[in-house]
Nanobody, 122 residues
């Protein structure tokens, strides 16, 4: 059983930066595809970014060039560096892990964290 614990959320102003972290335990972190999703009030959960076991990355179009996903397998930790934050980035951000390979969707991620709130004031 994989446990995921997010941290690093908070209240920032538009244009500021935040780095989210996700500490993983209980599984073979280095073999998982890891991802960040987010959910804003009244909206469906949406994919933000993913990184595979071979460090290939993918991003939601609206965050490309502003967000960077990375992983440190030695620390079993996933990161999301968020720069130039916008009001529309405000959401609860979730870390997710999947043992599957290939092109994944949310249903392919078996393990989820509890989420961390990111609030962006204008």
């Amino acid at each position: 059983q994989v446990q995921l614990v997010e941290s690093g959320g908070g209240l920032v102003q538009a244009g500021d930066s935040l780095r989210l972290s996700c500490a993983a335990s209980g599984g073979t972190f280095s073999t998982y595809t890891m991802a960040w999703f987010r959910q804003a009030p009244g909206k469906e959960r949406e994919f933000v970014a993913a990184i595979t076991w071979i460090f290939a990355t993918s991003y939601l179009d609206s965050v490309k060039g502003r967000f960077t996903i990375s992983r440190d397998n030695a620390k079993n930790t996933l990161y999301l560096q968020m720069n130039s934050l916008k009001h529309e980035d405000m959401a609860v951000y979730y870390c997710a892990a999947s043992a599957r390979k290939g092109l994944l969707t949310a249903v392919d991620y078996a393990y989820w964290g509890q989420g961390t709130q990111v609030t962006v004031s204008t």
